[in-house]
């Protein structure tokens, strides 16, 4: 074990609960680190349900292609924390992950207090003492009440899609966690808005307006489509033709028109722009696996594919992808947490999908037992069995379907131990 990994161990066990969604505890801790987050270079501030990370890894591809050094902080992290915090292009090395965690543990005096909110503080103190042009903010849950929340004026806001998800603690209708989201809309400060349904861009634009928050929203102010093997993005400034995003996925079309108005807003060149849809790296988003034991399972004839999306939204747009796959037999290796709408994350796939094995997530406490989740799957219209883990189920999948296109999904958490495992 790490330095970090001790550390974060400890500072799990600061607060009874994983999820307590306040502002409080995090502004005295941000006040007892003298304010780090007043300190660090201009903010984007990404929220929504679904394609924050692509879009924000879009942006950061766009504005990396102009030479600006940016910090990014991103979440959950799939392989090691290390991941959420990106300083000036570089991950956060593992010294002065270690030393920053534990100022920030020293500053908060054993107080109550989630992981996340301490480790966002962390982030702030380091992001504040390494020189950068832009520091690209996504929010962990909601807005409103998330912890990356405290930035008065950020230069640029964004929101991606907003869909039903986490309704225990954001609500359970699509105007309430839309009004979440919107909480990181700030007086007289720019947002870009993806494409919405009505319900959600009705309760955003009517913040924007209480906030004089000049709007640049889809389908309004900019587009963004495919035309043949091109990207066509157009806003009031003008027209841009582009390769298509490398990120897979017919929904990367629409991540992609987000991050372009959002680099448009920022005043970035045609390189940038298209240095944006063409250099982007998001892993577990539809990322195809190369190497390492479950690729060897799978057999040389073989697709091995992974994915973490998890909601109704995510299991839409993976299934748009596949269907926008060359045929072949397509069989799904599932783990989910027992917190997710899984028969609605399972029903758009069941057009796609031959088959899926359902496993429990390993070293997950918040996993759903496989047989609940082949139970979900087979409600959906899937034809399901169970396995003992991931490599079992590729193993008989490729036995009995040697050319198959095999799909690991469900969770960031499973996709997390998969790249863990085979990277």
């Known amino acids: 074990m790490s330095q970090s990994d001790a550390i974060l161990d400890r500072l799990m066990s600061l607060h009874p609960k994983v999820i307590d969604l306040s502002l409080d505890r995090m502004h005295r801790l941000l006040a007892a680190l003298d304010h780090p987050e007043r300190r660090i270079p201009p903010v984007i501030h990404i929220a929504g349900t679904n394609g924050k990370g692509s879009t924000q890894a879009m942006i950061r591809a766009g504005l990396e292609a102009g030479g600006a050094r940016v910090h990014a902080y991103t979440s959950p992290h799939l392989a090691r924390f290390h991941e959420r915090i990106r300083l000036a292009g570089q991950l956060i090395d593992e010294t002065l992950l270690a030393t920053t965690l534990e100022e920030c543990e020293a500053a908060n005096q054993g107080h109550p207090i989630t992981f996340f909110e301490i480790t966002t503080a962390a982030a702030f103190l380091a992001f504040s003492r390494v020189p950068a042009d832009y520091t690209l903010l996504e929010v962990g849950l909601g807005g409103r009440l998330d912890a990356t929340n405290v930035i008065d004026a950020p230069r640029l806001t964004v929101i991606t899609p907003v869909s039903i998800d986490h309704t225990?603690?954001?609500?359970?209708?699509?105007?309430l966690i839309a009004g979440e989201k919107a909480g990181i809309i700030k007086p007289r400060t720019p947002c870009i808005v993806a494409p919405q349904d009505d319900e959600a861009l009705m309760v955003i634009e009517a913040r924007a307006a209480r906030l004089m928050a000049p709007l640049s929203a889809s389908g309004q102010h900019w587009t963004a489509r495919r035309e043949r093997d091109s990207l066509v993005f157009q806003d009031e400034n003008g027209l841009l033709d582009l390769p298509l995003p490398n990120l897979p996925g017919p929904h990367q079309i629409d991540n992609a028109g987000t991050a372009l108005a959002a680099l448009r807003a920022l005043g970035a060149s045609a390189d940038?722009?298209?240095?944006?849809v063409t250099r982007a790296e998001w892993p577990a988003r539809m990322q195809r696996l190369t190497q390492g034991p479950l690729v060897e399972a799978a057999g040389p004839n073989a697709e091995l594919w992974l994915d973490g999306g998890h909601n109704p939204a995510g299991g839409q747009a993976v299934a748009a992808t596949l269907a926008a796959m060359p045929r072949r037999p397509t069989h799904l290796v599932c783990g989910m947490l027992n917190t997710k709408d899984v028969l609605g994350y399972m029903r758009p796939l069941a057009a796609q999908a031959d088959s899926l094995t359902a496993i429990a997530i390993p070293g997950e406490p918040n996993t759903l037992p496989?047989?609940?989740?082949?139970?979900?799957?087979?409600?959906?219209?899937?034809a399901t069995r169970t396995a003992p883990d991931a490599e079992t189920a590729i193993r008989a999948i490729a036995t009995a379907s040697p050319e198959s296109r095999i799909l690991i999904c469900?969770?960031?958490?499973l996709a997390g131990r998969v790249l863990r495992e085979n990277s």
């Open 168 to 175: 225990q603690y954001l609500g359970d209708t699509l105007p």
């Open 370 to 382: 496989a047989e609940d989740t082949a139970n979900a799957a087979q409600e959906a219209g899937l």
């Open 410 to 413: 469900g969770s960031l958490y």
């Open 272 to 276: 940038q722009t298209r240095a944006a």
